[in-house]
């Protein structure tokens, strides 16, 4: 009737909704390459949102069921996106008085809802992915307590709900674990409670429309389950649950039930049948024997043509499935003769113990595996076998707690992976699947930093397109303000970008490679990577301070790599920026920092240092010194006419600074340094100022300096007579500074005026008799 027919279209536009949901953030991403945080994956995210909400609260709305997480998920929004959450969807119907609900209605609202998980993972709503997951498992174990004979109203709703979660949560498991949000161990607990509910119904002999379908729907989702775990390879699974799995599904396709029940045990059978684990074992030759001949049967000869089309299905899709295997072996047959290997080949042995491996039973040790994988790695070429799983089960099947030696085995299967993923399909899509942006945030520290590691090694594996695409994944991964990498401790953080830096450097150096072609993906990574260096490099003496100061060295190493233009952009300083103690000072610093490191290396010439004089000496010296020791460590290695017109230009330059104790500090640095009591001093910003009388004097002895001594010391000259004339003009309550100077500088008066007077003091033989007679009446 109509009220059915309303139920269906619900169901069908909820059903819809998930499907549509599985790409919704993927095009949207492709559309808005520029920017991924872009108005399209907000967009995307929004309708996520909206989807998810409508799903649910239909359901609520039709089956009145009650539920704290279908309240919370009927209010969802993607984190970090501001969401209108008032409902303005059409799907939400009042149910008229009287109407049969239909139970396909509610259920295909559940798989839709279902669907949806893959979605809400890679917006990073992990939580409401795992809402869903506990959402179906409970739906399914109600129906296990849940009389089918029962008529009431919340009864009726939880049969409903158990009809679509039988069929939704093999696929939602799937996910999970694939982003391991559940442990291995916990799906064979799932399929011990699709083979109780199955056996209970079995037994039930009821007219109730609800039980065929429940029937129908919970043979579907144990075949589904099974399929997958022993597609995976995950657990290993008692042979005589198998068996009794099997033998229900016979039971109930020889008893007379309704056709779609039958079409239910067909499917069952088949989705559980065709996988590689039941084909090669023997212990489940005869059983799968018997079914498939039964099915043959109903096909060639019953009388029932429902029957027979069901089972005509179940025959073409196992076809199909064998047809698949056989072409693979057609295709692998096809390979060059040299891929053939002796049964006592070393890498032969080490493959089929690698691949039969039963982690449950019999654990090998973690290093043994690691070795193996090592040694298979270097392997020129493989068996043909199901890598693709092997790989997977070295990821992930190891206790947590053993965390150094896990971070070796991950390592290897990686490295492993990467090494033979050009010969392998399987082993592509495991490293695809890894580093797209929702599985990867979900990795653990080791994982993403050997990822980023191999970088190179992935460009060579994957396409063009999907190279751009692993650079945006990668930039959205650092920079977004609700990534998972923004939940990581500061050295947990610096881990992974030293291993980022360590991976882009390769880029550039790697002949095979034209990296050319993804220059703007590098250099937008590099960006990100530079703002979330410390506006210091830390000392590299200090254990604590080990990795904060490698990310700082490889990330020269890096950036002396790239574009000189694109390099010189990057690191483009203003004076402007230095003077305001706020966050443009520390990326002003941090930039000048990186422009002497790259000198000092010779990425970069000498004349680039020179245009940093101005910007470093017209602002305060406070957070300037390791700034200062890093130019002084250039100017070392330059000439002498270089190194002389240094200090000239300094000595100008604090003629008209605001901030003379700079200028000063720098000042003493550098004859301090350059002079030949330089082993006698201590080098640090309130020793080198009071040290300068004594340290330029004897710069000044040295020959060589001699031919500067006469404009230098005119400039020194100029300095004092500003700082003399300043001070004496200053009064007690520091209200009117002038002469240019900033008021924060009055603290320093007193000092230097003195340290000045001193130096011309020493230096008067290099100024004329006025100035000479001038400076013996100035008194501090």
Not at 193 to 214: G, W
């Amino acid at each position: 009737g109509l009220g059915q027919q309303k139920y269906l279209c619900e169901g069908a536009c909820g059903i819809g909704l998930g499907y549509s949901c599985q790409d919704l953030l993927t095009w949207t991403v492709a559309v808005d390459k520029a920017s991924i945080q872009g108005s399209f994956y907000s967009a995307g995210e929004s309708s996520l949102a909206k989807i998810v909400r409508n799903i649910s609260l239909t359901i609520r709305q039709l089956t009145k069921i009650s539920s704290d997480v279908l309240v919370s998920l009927s209010e969802f929004k993607v984190p970090g996106l501001e969401d209108d959450i008032r409902m303005t969807s059409a799907l939400i119907l009042k149910s008229d008085e009287g109407e049969e609900d239909d139970v396909w209605g509610v259920t295909a609202l559940v798989l839709g809802l279902g669907m949806s998980v893959s979605a809400l993972s890679r917006a990073g709503s992990y939580d409401a992915m795992c809402n869903i997951k506990d959402l179906l498992t409970s739906w399914v174990e109600q129906a296990d307590s849940t009389p089918i004979e029962s008529t009431s109203g919340c009864q009726i709703a939880n049969m409903m709900l158990a009809t679509g979660a039988c069929l939704a949560l093999p696929c939602v498991l799937s996910f999970c674990r694939r982003v391991e949000k559940i442990h291995d161990n916990e799906l064979n607990g799932f399929l011990f409670c699709y083979e109780d509910l199955i056996s209970k119904l079995q037994l039930q002999k009821n007219s109730n429309i609800f039980h065929p379908n429940m029937l129908l729907a919970s043979c579907v989702g144990a075949g589904s389950l099974l399929a997958f775990i022993l597609d995976e390879g995950l657990i290993s699974l008692d042979v005589q649950r198998i068996k009794n799995l099997l033998c229900l599904y016979k039971e109930i396709y020889t008893s007379p039930y309704p056709h779609l029940v039958h079409f239910g045990a067909f499917l069952g059978v088949e989705s559980s049948y065709v996988n590689v684990p039941l084909l090669s074992n023997s212990t489940f030759a005869e059983d799968l024997l018997v079914l498939v001949q039964d099915m043959f049967l109903v096909v060639q000869d019953s009388s029932d043509s429902q029957l027979q089309a069901y089972a005509s299905w179940a025959i073409a899709f196992l076809c199909h499935h064998l047809w698949l295997n056989e072409a693979k072996n057609e295709i692998a047959s096809f390979m060059p003769m040299d891929q053939s290997f002796s049964k006592d080949s070393t890498i032969l042995k080490l493959s089929s113990w690698l691949m039969q491996l039963d982690r449950s039973t019999n654990p090998s040790h973690i290093n043994t595996v690691a070795a193996v994988l090592r040694c298979l790695s270097s392997a020129p070429r493989l068996p043909q076998l199901d890598w693709g799983t092997g790989s997977r089960i070295s990821l992930t099947s190891y206790p947590q707690d053993s965390s150094y030696e896990k971070g070796i085995l991950l390592k290897e299967c990686l490295v492993f992976s990467l090494a033979h993923a050009n010969k392998f399909d399987q082993l592509l899509s495991l490293l695809d699947e890894l580093t797209s942006l929702f599985r990867f945030r979900t990795l653990d520290l080791i994982t993403q930093s050997c990822l980023l590691f191999h970088l190179i090694d992935l460009m060579r594996i994957f396409s063009s397109s999907r190279i751009h695409l692993l650079f945006e994944d990668i930039s959205e991964f650092l920079s977004s303000p609700i990534s998972s990498f923004q939940n990581y401790n500061a050295r947990q953080k610096r881990f992974l970008q030293f291993s980022f830096w360590k991976g882009l450097s390769k880029c550039f150096i790697d002949a095979s490679l034209d990296a050319s072609e993804y220059l703007s993906g590098i250099e937008r990574c590099m960006e990100i990577l530079f703002a979330l260096l410390p506006a210091q490099p830390p000392s590299a003496f200090s254990k604590q301070e080990l990795i904060p100061c490698l990310v700082w060295n490889e990330s020269v190493l890096c950036l002396g790599k790239a574009r000189r233009a694109w390099l010189l952009n990057l690191l483009q300083t203003s004076a402007v920026d230095l003077v305001p103690r706020g966050e443009q000072f520390g990326i002003t610093l941090k930039k000048m920092l990186a422009i002497s490191k790259l000198v000092k290396l010779g990425f970069l010439p000498m004349t680039e240092l020179a245009k940093l004089k101005s910007c470093m000496l017209n602002t305060q010296s406070q957070g300037l010194w390791e700034l200062f020791v890093e130019v002084m460590v250039v100017l070392q290695t330059a000439e002498g006419s270089m190194k002389r017109q240094w200090l000239v230009d300094v000595l100008e330059i604090s003629c008209v600074t605001k901030y003379p104790s700079t200028a000063l500090q720098f000042l003493g640095l550098l004859s301090g340094c350059f002079c030949k009591c330089m082993p006698l001093l201590i080098l640090d910003p309130q020793h080198v100022l009071v040290d300068l009388p004594v340290t330029l004097s004897s710069l000044f002895s040295n020959t060589k300096w001699r031919l500067a001594a006469d404009v230098a010391v005119s400039y020194l000259w100029k300095l004092t007579v500003r700082i003399y004339n300043w001070a004496k003009t200053l009064k007690n309550d520091f209200e009117q500074p002038g002469l240019g100077i900033d008021p924060s500088e009055v603290v320093m008066s007193k000092l230097l005026v003195q340290v000045l007077l001193d130096s011309c003091c020493n230096l008067k033989e290099f100024l004329p008799l006025k100035n000479q007679l001038l400076l013996a009446n100035m008194v501090v």
